[in-house]
């Protein structure tokens, strides 16, 4: 690294009386070139790690003016950029580092990431999969690039990816929560579960990981662990309207119907236009034979959600209660119309007039 400071000996009163001082004060216009690029682009480092990116910028505008071909000033002034979400400009920056330094693992990943920004989502894979190439052992890139495949539904594309992160970073709780999602989609649901509690023993704090173990669990039939989890998720974060819905559906497969109740009018209180706990409180309504309140949630449910088959499924079990016959035959011809073929079953074993649904 270059000297940033330039020193000088002065000497100062009578011949007889003469002592030296240092002076660090020049102006920064009488460095030299690349001295003078080096101590803008320190500058700039200070600033960007002190969150000043307006100060960083200016410096690493400096330190490019006074050396072009300055490749780490084009690196830290793009991630200058990104964070001031300029990400076009980012991404020039990062086209311009990568020609002075063709193959910089470093630029690849910081211009997929402006890349991503811009919604250019094929091309952020693309160097997301040449920074993996530059650096096999650098887990952002892995992670970052299974993130965008399992985005588009890639989910074993992307599990092998979170694999390549973990090998690079085995601490990298996100890795194996992302990885357990990506078990997930693909119907591992043990291995899922495993991945989720790994990732809460490397952060204990990421809370994401304990709703989707209990989903995970529930799908192996570990419906008390999973009940365990929802309460545990439940006591640190209440605003959460799909937690309680979660919870509210374990509740109901557990038989606990009052339970399950609570919980979908908890997720209803938070969000109103939730049609699904509309629906799935109705049917614990008709468990409690509560028929009047299930089919006024179920209509609740259609209202928001004109084409939902289990809503008119569910009012139709209500309003056949109800000794409504003609609307509960007209509710399950509808379901089946949606999809939900047993519907038909239902208003044949009724007795319902008219044709069946195919």
Sequence with gaps: MMQNTLLFLVLLGLPFASRAQEVDTVRASTL???????????????????????????????????????AAAYTNRAATRFELKDYPQAQADYDQALKLEPGSYASYFGRARAQEAQNRL????????????????????????????????DYQAARDDFDGALKADPKLAYAYHDRASAQQ?????????????????????????????????RRTGQLPQALKDYDAYL??????????????????????????????????????????????RAAALLKQEKYADAASDASQAIQLKPDYAEAYLNRGHAREMLRQADEACQDWRRAAELGLTVGNQYAAAAGCVGEAAE
Excluded: M
């Excluded at 070139?33 to 690493?60: C, D, H, I, T, V």
């Excluded at 979908?264 to 049609?275: I, R, V």
């Design 122 to 153: 094929a091309e952020a894979e693309t160097d997301y999969s040449e920074a993996v190439k530059a650096k096999p052992d650098y887990a952002p890139a892995w992670y970052n690039r299974g993130v965008l495949r399992f985005e588009k539904g």
């Design 32 to 70: 030299p070139g690349p001295q003078l690029a080096e101590k803008a682009y320190n500058a700039g480092l200070a600033s960007f790690q002190a969150q000043r990116y307006p100060a960083a910028l200016q410096s690493f505008d400096q330190a490019i003016a006074a050396k072009p071909d300055f």
């Design 185 to 217: 989609k693909l119907g591992n649901f043990a291995a899922a579960a495993q991945d989720y509690t790994q990732a809460l023993a490397l952060q204990p704090d990421l809370l994401p990981a304990l709703l989707n173990r209990a989903a995970a669990e």
């Design 235 to 280: 006591a640190k974060k209440t605003d959460n309207a799909l937690a309680y819905t979660n919870r509210g559906s374990a509740r109901f497969e557990n038989k606990d119907y009052a339970g399950a109740i609570a919980d979908f009018g908890q997720a209803l209180q938070l969000d109103p236009k939730y049609a699904y706990a509309w629906n799935n």
